[in-house]
Protein backbone atom coordinates (compact mmCIF):
# COMPACT_ATOMS: atom_id res chain seq x y z
CA UNK A 1 0.00 0.00 0.00
CA UNK A 2 1.18 3.48 -0.67
CA UNK A 3 1.92 6.16 1.66
CA UNK A 4 -0.91 8.35 0.01
CA UNK A 5 -3.57 4.93 1.04
CA UNK A 6 -2.33 4.97 4.38
CA UNK A 7 -2.68 8.37 5.19
CA UNK A 8 -6.23 8.53 3.58
CA UNK A 9 -7.05 5.34 5.31
CA UNK A 10 -5.75 6.70 8.74
CA UNK A 11 -7.65 10.06 8.33
CA UNK A 12 -10.41 8.07 7.58
CA UNK A 13 -10.15 5.96 10.65
CA UNK A 14 -9.72 9.61 12.86
CA UNK A 15 -12.86 10.66 11.41
CA UNK A 16 -15.04 7.91 12.60
CA UNK A 17 -13.54 7.52 16.08
CA UNK A 18 -14.25 11.23 16.71
CA UNK A 19 -17.89 11.05 15.56
CA UNK A 20 -18.16 7.80 17.77
CA UNK A 21 -16.66 9.71 21.17
CA UNK A 22 -19.47 12.02 20.03
CA UNK A 23 -22.39 9.57 19.59
CA UNK A 24 -21.46 8.37 23.06
CA UNK A 25 -21.05 11.76 24.65
CA UNK A 26 -24.68 12.98 23.64
CA UNK A 27 -26.13 9.52 24.99
CA UNK A 28 -24.31 10.43 28.01
CA UNK A 29 -25.42 13.79 28.57
CA UNK A 30 -28.93 12.67 27.53
CA UNK A 31 -29.01 9.44 30.10
CA UNK A 32 -27.91 11.81 33.01
CA UNK A 33 -30.70 14.46 32.13
CA UNK A 34 -33.16 12.45 32.35
CA UNK A 35 -31.74 10.42 35.75
CA UNK A 36 -31.39 14.58 36.91
CA UNK A 37 -35.01 14.94 35.80
CA UNK A 38 -36.61 11.91 37.29
CA UNK A 39 -34.61 12.82 40.54
CA UNK A 40 -36.20 16.34 40.70
CA UNK A 41 -39.90 15.11 39.68
CA UNK A 42 -42.28 15.81 42.21
CA UNK A 43 -44.46 12.99 44.01
CA UNK A 44 -47.73 11.97 42.94
CA UNK A 45 -50.34 14.04 44.69
CA UNK A 46 -53.54 11.92 45.74
CA UNK A 47 -56.72 14.02 46.50
CA UNK A 48 -57.50 14.27 50.30
CA UNK A 49 -58.93 11.29 52.00
CA UNK A 50 -58.03 9.24 49.20
CA UNK A 51 -56.07 6.13 49.61
CA UNK A 52 -53.65 5.10 46.66
CA UNK A 53 -54.25 3.16 44.03
CA UNK A 54 -53.29 -0.41 44.33
CA UNK A 55 -52.14 -2.30 41.52
CA UNK A 56 -54.18 -4.68 38.84
CA UNK A 57 -54.52 -7.83 40.08
CA UNK A 58 -54.86 -7.70 43.54
CA UNK A 59 -57.83 -9.60 45.19
CA UNK A 60 -58.60 -8.57 49.09
CA UNK A 61 -60.36 -10.68 50.74
CA UNK A 62 -62.92 -9.45 53.48
CA UNK A 63 -61.97 -10.13 57.36
CA UNK A 64 -64.12 -13.10 58.26
CA UNK A 65 -67.15 -12.39 60.18
CA UNK A 66 -66.94 -12.99 64.01
CA UNK A 67 -69.42 -15.36 65.19
CA UNK A 68 -70.94 -14.97 69.08
CA UNK A 69 -69.35 -17.98 71.18
CA UNK A 70 -71.58 -20.55 71.57
CA UNK A 71 -72.13 -23.72 74.10
CA UNK A 72 -72.16 -26.12 70.95
CA UNK A 73 -72.64 -26.24 67.77
CA UNK A 74 -75.21 -27.88 65.14
CA UNK A 75 -74.08 -30.38 62.63
CA UNK A 76 -72.50 -28.16 59.35
CA UNK A 77 -72.83 -24.68 61.45
CA UNK A 78 -69.32 -23.03 62.07
CA UNK A 79 -69.31 -21.41 65.41
CA UNK A 80 -66.87 -20.46 68.36
CA UNK A 81 -67.44 -22.62 70.69
CA UNK A 82 -67.44 -21.24 75.24
CA UNK A 83 -65.77 -23.05 77.50
CA UNK A 84 -67.88 -25.60 79.30
CA UNK A 85 -68.57 -24.53 83.00
CA UNK A 86 -66.26 -26.56 85.23
CA UNK A 87 -68.02 -29.17 87.56
CA UNK A 88 -66.55 -27.43 90.68
CA UNK A 89 -68.38 -24.44 89.52
CA UNK A 90 -71.92 -25.98 88.89
CA UNK A 91 -71.53 -27.84 92.51
CA UNK A 92 -70.54 -24.75 94.26
CA UNK A 93 -74.28 -23.11 92.57
CA UNK A 94 -75.91 -26.03 94.11
CA UNK A 95 -74.34 -25.72 97.55
CA UNK A 96 -75.52 -22.19 97.57
CA UNK A 97 -78.94 -22.92 96.13
CA UNK A 98 -79.87 -25.55 99.32
CA UNK A 99 -77.65 -23.44 101.92
CA UNK A 100 -80.20 -21.10 101.76
CA UNK A 101 -83.11 -23.22 102.03
CA UNK A 102 -81.77 -24.57 104.72
CA UNK A 103 -80.92 -21.28 106.56
CA UNK A 104 -84.37 -20.00 105.14
CA UNK A 105 -82.45 -17.01 103.96
CA UNK A 106 -84.57 -15.41 100.99
CA UNK A 107 -82.07 -12.40 100.67
CA UNK A 108 -79.59 -14.85 99.62
CA UNK A 109 -81.84 -17.26 97.49
CA UNK A 110 -82.64 -13.39 95.32
CA UNK A 111 -79.32 -13.05 94.91
CA UNK A 112 -77.99 -16.65 92.79
CA UNK A 113 -81.59 -16.87 91.26
CA UNK A 114 -83.23 -14.77 88.46
CA UNK A 115 -85.79 -11.99 89.65
CA UNK A 116 -88.41 -13.88 87.52
CA UNK A 117 -87.50 -17.62 88.16
CA UNK A 118 -89.78 -20.04 88.33
CA UNK A 119 -90.26 -23.38 90.33
CA UNK A 120 -91.94 -26.55 88.82
CA UNK A 121 -93.04 -29.34 91.51
CA UNK A 122 -93.76 -31.81 89.34
CA UNK A 123 -97.09 -33.70 88.52
CA UNK A 124 -96.71 -36.12 91.21
CA UNK A 125 -95.65 -33.88 93.74
CA UNK A 126 -96.87 -32.28 97.48
CA UNK A 127 -96.31 -28.54 96.08
CA UNK A 128 -98.25 -28.59 93.01
CA UNK A 129 -97.26 -29.47 89.04
CA UNK A 130 -97.76 -25.70 87.68
CA UNK A 131 -95.11 -23.14 87.14
CA UNK A 132 -94.91 -20.73 90.36
CA UNK A 133 -92.33 -17.98 90.86
CA UNK A 134 -89.56 -19.53 92.86
CA UNK A 135 -89.12 -16.71 95.66
CA UNK A 136 -92.52 -16.22 96.58
CA UNK A 137 -92.93 -19.76 96.35
CA UNK A 138 -89.81 -20.12 98.38
CA UNK A 139 -91.62 -18.14 101.49
CA UNK A 140 -94.22 -19.88 101.33
CA UNK A 141 -92.79 -23.05 102.12
CA UNK A 142 -90.79 -21.56 104.63
CA UNK A 143 -93.50 -20.84 106.58
CA UNK A 144 -94.88 -23.51 106.60
CA UNK A 145 -91.73 -26.19 107.33
CA UNK A 146 -89.02 -26.10 109.28
CA UNK A 147 -85.63 -26.21 107.13
CA UNK A 148 -83.78 -25.54 109.84
CA UNK A 149 -83.69 -28.95 110.81
CA UNK A 150 -81.67 -30.04 107.70
CA UNK A 151 -78.10 -28.31 109.34
CA UNK A 152 -75.54 -30.69 108.97
CA UNK A 153 -77.89 -33.48 107.52
CA UNK A 154 -76.16 -34.59 104.28
CA UNK A 155 -79.69 -34.89 102.11
CA UNK A 156 -78.17 -33.97 98.88
CA UNK A 157 -76.67 -36.88 96.76
CA UNK A 158 -73.93 -35.06 95.36
CA UNK A 159 -72.23 -38.21 93.27
CA UNK A 160 -75.69 -38.19 91.12
CA UNK A 161 -74.98 -35.18 89.70
CA UNK A 162 -75.97 -35.43 85.87
CA UNK A 163 -75.27 -32.47 83.61
CA UNK A 164 -77.35 -31.49 80.11
CA UNK A 165 -76.74 -28.97 77.33
CA UNK A 166 -79.84 -26.91 75.91
CA UNK A 167 -80.17 -29.51 72.78
CA UNK A 168 -80.10 -32.16 75.34
CA UNK A 169 -83.05 -30.66 77.79
CA UNK A 170 -84.98 -29.23 74.94
CA UNK A 171 -84.96 -32.69 73.08
CA UNK A 172 -88.43 -33.84 72.07
CA UNK A 173 -87.53 -37.05 73.31
CA UNK A 174 -87.61 -35.85 76.88
CA UNK A 175 -90.43 -35.93 78.82
CA UNK A 176 -89.53 -33.51 81.36
CA UNK A 177 -90.32 -29.40 80.80
CA UNK A 178 -87.61 -27.14 82.74
CA UNK A 179 -88.84 -23.36 83.62
CA UNK A 180 -87.61 -21.05 81.60
CA UNK A 181 -85.28 -22.82 79.61
CA UNK A 182 -83.28 -20.96 76.66
CA UNK A 183 -80.54 -21.45 74.15
CA UNK A 184 -77.04 -21.74 75.89
CA UNK A 185 -78.53 -22.78 79.67
CA UNK A 186 -77.71 -25.80 81.09
CA UNK A 187 -79.51 -27.74 83.21
CA UNK A 188 -78.01 -29.91 86.51
CA UNK A 189 -79.57 -32.45 88.49
CA UNK A 190 -78.91 -34.27 91.65
CA UNK A 191 -80.96 -36.84 94.03
CA UNK A 192 -82.09 -35.92 97.61
CA UNK A 193 -82.24 -38.31 100.17
CA UNK A 194 -85.58 -38.09 101.71
CA UNK A 195 -85.01 -40.06 104.55
CA UNK A 196 -83.30 -37.21 106.01
CA UNK A 197 -86.30 -35.30 106.21
CA UNK A 198 -87.63 -36.72 109.51
CA UNK A 199 -90.99 -37.87 108.05
CA UNK A 200 -91.82 -34.33 106.25
CA UNK A 201 -91.08 -33.79 102.50
CA UNK A 202 -89.29 -31.10 102.35
CA UNK A 203 -88.37 -31.65 99.00
CA UNK A 204 -88.91 -33.82 96.14
CA UNK A 205 -86.55 -36.91 94.82
CA UNK A 206 -84.98 -34.90 92.15
CA UNK A 207 -84.37 -31.38 92.03
CA UNK A 208 -82.78 -29.70 88.00
CA UNK A 209 -81.68 -26.50 88.07
CA UNK A 210 -81.46 -24.41 84.89
CA UNK A 211 -78.65 -22.51 85.29
CA UNK A 212 -77.52 -19.32 82.83
CA UNK A 213 -74.25 -17.30 82.09
CA UNK A 214 -74.99 -13.88 83.07
CA UNK A 215 -71.97 -11.88 82.92
CA UNK A 216 -69.20 -14.07 84.75
CA UNK A 217 -71.52 -15.24 87.09
CA UNK A 218 -73.92 -18.28 86.98
CA UNK A 219 -77.59 -18.09 88.41
CA UNK A 220 -80.39 -20.05 88.51
CA UNK A 221 -83.52 -19.05 85.75
CA UNK A 222 -86.15 -22.38 86.55
CA UNK A 223 -85.80 -25.09 88.81
CA UNK A 224 -88.03 -28.35 88.36
CA UNK A 225 -88.65 -30.81 91.41
CA UNK A 226 -90.07 -34.09 90.57
CA UNK A 227 -90.83 -37.71 92.18
CA UNK A 228 -90.31 -39.60 88.32
Known amino acids: MSSSSLATAATN ?6 KSMKNFSLLGFAALVTACGAAERPPVAFAEGA ?7 IA ?6 RTQPADEATAGAVATLREPIADARIIAVLNRYFDAWV ?3 SSALAELVAPDAQLVGGSTSRFGGGAQPLLPQANNRFRNSDYHR ?3 VAFVRYETLRRQSYLEASDAANT ?6 KPGDEVATVDIDGSAFFGEQLFNDHIALVIRRKDRRLIIV ?7
Request: no cysteine; glycine share 10%.
Open 13 to 18: NGSNLS
Open 51 to 57: PPRLPDG
Open 60 to 65: LEAAPA
Open 103 to 105: DEN
Open 150 to 152: LVG
Open 176 to 181: KRYPNL
Open 222 to 228: GVLEDND
